[in-house]
């Protein structure tokens, strides 16, 4: 079993910045993915940004290429998502993820652990 747990979510005023946190705990692989998510609310689950745990290599929603910057550390377990120049827009629960496939995604079928969700907001 593995544990997906967020934190870092807030308000915050547009133009700020933010950033989350995911720990990782219970079963490890040798060679998975991770990935932030996001839902506003009304709205389907969005892809934001992913992670190859083994090689770093990223991906990137369009949407928010060159604001944020997702990295993680090897030693803690954990993934970070770094939010610059945030957007109303950006607001939504965000959601950290775990994959087990040995092709790297950025697409939510990917993923087969989940955490809870860490609410950000973003005000005008």
């Known amino acids: 079993q593995v544990h997906v747990a967020e934190s870092g979510g807030g308000l915050v005023q547009a133009g700020g910045s933010l950033r989350l946190s995911c720990a990782i705990s219970?079963?490890?692989?040798?060679?998975?993915?991770m990935a932030w998510f996001r839902q506003a609310p009304g709205k389907d689950r969005e892809s934001v940004a992913a992670?190859?745990?083994?090689?770093?290599?990223?991906a990137y929603a369009d949407s928010v290429k060159g604001r944020f910057t997702i990295s993680r550390d090897i030693a803690k377990n954990m993934v970070y998502l770094q939010m610059n120049s945030l957007k109303p827009e950006d607001t939504a629960v965000y959601f950290c993820?775990?994959?087990?496939?040995?092709?790297?995604?950025?697409?939510?079928?990917?993923?087969?652990?989940w955490g809870q969700g860490t609410q950000v907001t973003v005000s005008s």
């Open positions: 993820a775990v994959g087990l496939r040995t092709i790297f995604t950025i697409q939510q079928w990917g993923y087969d652990y």
């Open positions: 219970g079963r490890t692989f040798s060679s998975y993915n």
């Open positions: 992670i190859r745990w083994s090689s770093s290599i990223t």
